[in-house]
């Protein structure tokens, strides 16, 4: 049974591009969170989808931010126009059911030039 | 503003000996607690978790401690390996928000051979 899978695991990308980041969680999982970290401090909560749903978006910028979670595919976190403080790593997390344990992927680690 | 803390950043032990790692919460309404490890460059990865009905709970060489009176949680490894660096974050999951995580800044654990 596969983890949870992040791509791409490295991404780079000017000022005013956008950044793409996808999460495929572990089979059988429905529910995928969206977890930022900034260099030497915790993780902070972005994000909740349920297929197709979002549940909590309490913890995402109101700008240039936003996420899905189609049917089919993977969840898909989508920053337009970064700015050098989006530059931070980003961790999506599964679980069967919520208030349930939630398995980590790899994280991507954004940098904005 | 955070929920969860740390009360020491850095903890540097000798191989062979315990670990003990601390952690201050502040909302009395999370009842589910996890405890997570992440090496440099890698997601987070569970180690071990608690819900509030419960006060200890035992896995293979770590126990966590639930002291809900103080709202204090312990993260205990006996008979620390080399392969135990990395650092710690407790988490909780407060019952009335959607089952998200809240994490505290960790606590770095370095294992001296």
């Known amino acids: 049974n596969a983890g949870v899978m992040q791509n791409p695991r490295h991404l780079v990308r000017r000022r005013g591009q956008e950044a793409r980041l996808r999460c495929s969680p572990m089979k059988g999982h429905s529910h995928v969170y969206w977890y930022r970290q900034l260099p030497e401090e915790g993780l902070k909560f972005m994000v909740y989808l349920q297929k197709e749903n979002i549940i909590d978006e309490s913890g995402m910028p109101k700008e240039r931010f936003s996420a899905e979670f189609p049917k089919e595919g993977p969840s898909i976190l989508r920053i337009q126009q970064v700015v050098r403080g989006d530059s931070a790593a980003y961790f999506c997390?599964?679980?069967?059911?919520?208030?349930?344990?939630?398995?980590f992927g790899p994280g991507t680690r954004l940098t904005v030039l | 503003g955070e929920s969860v803390g740390l009360h020491l950043p850095t903890l540097s032990v000798q191989e062979g000996d315990n670990s003990i790692i601390n952690c201050a919460y502040s909302?009395?309404?999370?009842?589910?607690f996890i405890w997570y490890k992440q090496e440099s460059g890698k997601g987070p990865q569970f180690i071990i978790d608690?819900?509030?009905?419960?006060d200890k709970r035992q896995g293979q060489r770590v126990t966590v401690l639930l002291n809900k009176t103080v709202k204090h949680l312990s993260l205990q490894i006996a008979a620390t390996q080399p392969g135990d660096s990395a650092v710690y974050f407790c988490?909780?999951?407060?019952?009335?928000?959607?089952?998200?995580?809240?994490f505290g800044q960790g606590t770095e654990l370095s294992v001296k051979p």
């Open positions: 988490a909780e999951i407060p019952y009335n928000q959607g089952g998200k995580l809240i």
């Open positions: 909302n009395s309404a999370s009842d589910y």
């Open positions: 997390a599964s679980s069967p059911q919520a208030y349930n344990e939630q398995f």
């Open positions: 608690i819900r509030s009905n419960m």
